[in-house]
């Protein structure tokens, strides 16, 4: 790998993270290149390792949920409540530019570990932390979840139909946009000269800085956001419409895309109508748009829809489940997927999502499986200047 595919080689990073927000920035350092060290509890390491759907990789430490965001890391045992252990961590600092964590607050500090005795250690050190709602504010002790975050933020209540319940997003999008800001905010300060900074990621503020124009019609216009289901709240016809067989999403977002769609759906007559006149008219009048739209788009399968709308020039796609997204040649083919052999306790071929990126044509990849728990804990100690002696004490006093 060249280090235009590799920007981060040289980089070192200490991954004291848990579950998904944290794992999932580091799972982004890692493909770009940086040397990640999972730094986990010694017996029971990253919660992830007893979740996902195989309960036997559950029972192996080796979930699908930590598979999917721990390849290319090496793994450490470390015991922050020892002594020792908090000695083996500061040591480790030392020579890291990085240190993720996503504790509730003050818990790192309450551990005698937090940012202003590891940055006095390594002023360097660009120490990021990862919360729900941040390191202040009258919400920083609170727990946050996926879930926790997506309601208070206001995602829930824009997502669902007006007569229905508010809705989560089907996907863990707090976590994951999290992770991102965080990667992020790292490979900035990772240019700053000098370096070394503190980093405060709140997974809330994270999602509503990603939240577009839900935000900003309210901020802006004074436009309460509501939920409008499959809708575009912006145009129309744009949109989830029924073919023959189910589904397709057209966004005729421009009028002259709404002109190519009525021309090839034979229904220019509906370009006279002043309910559908402007952008404004056909936004307030949807629905009826929407039914008028379907007695025609009911009478051909959706895959056929789609080809001939994209021909046109008017955007318009299928709703895929997962399995049928992922073999898909658009993305099976662009190397987003890797698989690994061999990986410690699974006895399978894995395979793991890689970064949504490309470097001059290839996208980043690791060579490491997801590490077993504690794996690479002796040569991780004896590299950062421990003997044989100290490692074999510091397991005995359960340090490490």
């Known amino acids: 790998m060249t280090n235009a595919i590799k920007p981060l080689s040289g980089i070192r990073v200490l991954d004291l993270t848990n579950v998904l927000a944290g794992p999932f920035c580091c799972h982004q350092l890692a493909h770009l290149g940086a040397d990640v060290i ?10 992830a390792r007893q979740l996902g759907a195989d309960p036997a990789l559950n029972a192996a430490n080796m979930g699908a949920s930590f598979l999917a965001q721990n390849a290319g890391k090496r793994s450490i045992t470390v015991n922050l409540k020892h002594d020792d252990g908090k000695a083996v961590l500061r040591r480790l600092v030392r020579d890291a530019d990085v240190l993720v964590e996503n504790f509730r607050p003050g818990v790192m500090d309450r551990l005698g570990v937090g940012p202003d005795v590891l940055r006095a250690d390594n002023p360097s050190l660009i120490y990021a932390a990862i919360s729900g709602f941040g390191q202040d504010g009258p919400w920083r002790d609170r727990p946050a979840y996926d879930q926790i975050v997506q309601g208070v933020a206001g995602v829930m209540a824009l997502t669902g139909t007006p007569e229905g319940d508010p809705l989560r997003v089907g996907y863990p999008v707090a976590d994951t946009i999290g ?9 900035s300060a990772l240019n700053a000269k000098p370096r070394g900074c503190l980093i405060d990621v709140s997974m809330m503020e994270a ?27 912006t145009s129309a016809p744009s949109g989830t419409f029924r073919a023959a067989d189910g589904l397709l999403n057209i966004a005729a977002n421009r009028d002259t895309q709404w002109e190519a ?6 229904r220019a007559d509906l370009l006279e109508r002043a309910d559908y006149s402007n952008r404004e008219n056909r936004k307030a009048n949807r629905h009826a748009l929407r039914a008028d739209l379907e007695t ?41 997927i890797g698989q690994f052999d061999g ?3 699974v006895d399978r071929p894995v395979q793991t999502v890689r970064t949504a990126v490309k470097i001059d044509g290839a996208a980043p990849t690791v060579d490491r499986p997801p590490p077993a728990l504690g794996g690479d804990t002796n040569d991780i100690l004896a590299a950062a200047g421990y003997d044989a002696a100290e490692i074999a004490a510091l397991r005995q006093g359960g340090a490490v």
């Open 343 to 345: 990986v410690p306790g």
């Open 296 to 336: 025609v788009l009911q009478t051909r399968p959706a895959a056929q829809w789609v080809r001939e709308l994209n021909a046109i020039g008017v955007p318009a796609g299928l709703v895929m489940d997962v399995p049928q997204a992922l073999a898909h040649p658009q993305v099976a083919d662009r190397g987003l």
């Open 38 to 47: 999972k730094v986990e509890a010694p017996g029971r390491g990253d919660l």
């Open 261 to 266: 769609l009525a021309h090839h759906l034979g």
């Open 207 to 233: 999602v509503l800085a990603t939240m577009g124009w839900a935000v900003s019609n309210w901020l802006v216009a004074g436009v309460r956001p509501t939920r409008v289901g499959n809708e575009n709240m």
């Open 179 to 187: 992770g991102l800001t965080a990667a992020m905010a790292i490979t």
